[in-house]
């Protein structure tokens, strides 16, 4: 019985090797890019060794989207659900995205922002499962948002979703400046820009 548990527990190990692993693979080849071959040399496995974990290329996509998710929730949506509410999560997941590139977690960046483009005109539930992601990740921001007018730390005035998407567009823009350039002194600017949209008059980052 221990014996089977072993197998069990080494199969799991494994098998979240295999998809950490493609989520790195994802970010400079692309989902579509994935392959069994280049998985296998990576990890230093037999093919059949990582065949035996998935039936088939759309099975380890999703897989991958799912670990490139949790890996996402722990470094940036985490960090931001653990300051206090209202204007400092605005900036909080903010900082958490900007301090999520600059350790190179993934070699390309963020995996969702090449994702999207990606994956974004190809009908299935690989590009389903990349939408109702980044739906959830713009209504985080817009409810952190919604908390802070309520809170009267932003103005009445503010429109939510049009905060949301300036907020996420600054976190596009960085990805790929960052990416491109490998600047850290990127991420800092984008932290002051975030500031200065909301009115936090802190120089200082969280970073």
Do not use: W
């Amino acid at each position: 019985m221990s014996s089977d548990r072993k197998q069990r527990t080494d199969g799991v190990r494994t098998r979240e090797a295999i998809v950490r692993e493609a989520v790195s693979l994802a970010t400079v080849d692309g989902l579509e890019g994935l392959s069994i071959g280049n998985l296998a040399h990576a990890l230093d496995m037999s093919k059949s060794g990582i065949y035996a974990h998935f039936g088939s290329k759309q099975d380890l996509q999703l897989a991958t989207v799912d670990e490139a998710a949790r890996i996402f929730h722990s470094e940036v949506i985490e960090p931001a659900l653990a300051a206090p509410a209202g204007l400092d999560q605005v900036v909080a997941v903010c900082d958490a995205f900007f301090d999520h590139l600059g350790r190179r977690t993934f070699p390309g960046g963020c995996f969702f922002a090449g994702a999207v483009l990606e994956m974004g005109t190809r009908p299935g539930p690989v590009k389903e499962q990349i939408a109702e992601f980044q739906t959830g990740f713009t209504a985080v921001i817009r409810q952190f948002v919604v908390t802070a007018i309520d809170r009267h730390q932003l103005p009445d005035d503010v429109d939510p979703d049009a905060l949301a998407f300036e907020l996420n567009g600054i976190i596009l823009a960085t990805n790929a400046h960052f990416v491109i350039h490998q600047d850290p002194a990127v991420l800092e600017m984008a932290k002051q820009v975030v500031r200065r949209r909301v009115g936090v008059t802190t120089t200082t980052s969280s970073g």
